[in-house]
C-alpha cells in the first residue's frame, strides 16, 4: 500500500494560496475524480494506493497522515508528502528523504506523529518574500505569472508521482529528478 499526501488547508479562503500547492498538485494528478471525505481528510483510494488531502489544517498534518499510516498498515517507505518550501526559488522542486521539517509546520507534525522523518518528499519552492512574514507569505493567494510558473512543472510532477507508484525507489527518484 502507498500513500501519497498534498498538503494545504482546507477552506475556500485557502484555495490558490502558496501552502496549498500539495492539494494543487494532487487535483492535477487526479483530475475528475471524487474525493471521499473522512474526519481527517479527502481521500481517493485505487487499489493499492491511497492519495491524501489532509482537512486537519496544516500544522495538524501528522494526525491524517498517522491515522491513514496506522489504518492501511503503509510502510514508511511507501508514504510521499508533497508540499511548498519556502526556501526554494519559485516551482523548483527537491526531493528529500530523511531530512528535518525545515521549520515546515506541516512537516514537522508528521514526523512527530509517525516519530520518524524516513518518508520521501516532494518540496515545491514557492520562494520568499523578504518583505512579508513568513506565516501571511504562505497563506497569501499565488499570482497568474507564479501559477503558470508552477504549472509548467505540473508534468515533471505527475512523472515524479507515477514513478513513486510504480515502485521506483527513494534513491531511484532523488537521481533521475534532482
Known amino acids: 500500500m502507498k500513500l501519497i499526501v498534498g498538503l494545504g488547508n482546507p477552506g475556500k479562503e485557502y484555495i490558490d494560496t502558496r501552502h496549498n500547492i500539495g492539494f494543487d498538485i494532487l487535483d492535477n494528478y487526479l483530475t475528475g475524480i471524487k474525493w471521499s471525505e473522512n474526519k ?3 481521500f481517493y483510494k485505487n487499489k493499492d494506493i491511497i492519495f491524501l488531502k489532509p ?7 501528522g494526525i491524517a497522515v ?7 498498515k503503509i ?17 523548483d522542486y527537491r526531493l528529500k528523504k ?6 515546515h509546520n506541516g512537516v514537522q507534525s508528521i514526523i512527530e ?8 518528499r516532494l518540496k515545491i ?7 512579508t512574514a513568513a506565516a501571511s507569505y504562505v497563506l497569501s493567494k499565488l499570482s497568474r505569472e507564479e501559477k503558470k510558473c508552477i504549472s509548467d512543472n505540473l508534468n515533471t510532477f505527475n512523472n515524479i508521482i507515477t514513478d513513486f507508484i510504480n515502485n521506483k525507489s527513494a534513491q ?6 534532482n
Open 98 to 103: 530523511e531530512s528535518s521539517s525545515g521549520g
Open 125 to 131: 519552492g514557492i520562494s520568499h518574500s523578504q518583505q
Open 113 to 120: 506523529n509517525l516519530q520518524s522523518n524516513n518518508f520521501l
Open 75 to 91: 510502510d514508511l517507505k511507501n508514504i510521499l508528502i508533497i508540499h511548498d518550501d519556502l526556501d526554494l526559488n519559485l516551482a
Open 40 to 42: 481527517y481528510g479527502l
Open 66 to 72: 498517522k491515522y491513514f499510516v496506522d489504518y492501511y
Open 55 to 61: 482537512i486537519t489544517y496544516m500544522n495538524l498534518s
Open 172 to 177: 531511484e527518484l532523488m537521481n533521475k529528478y
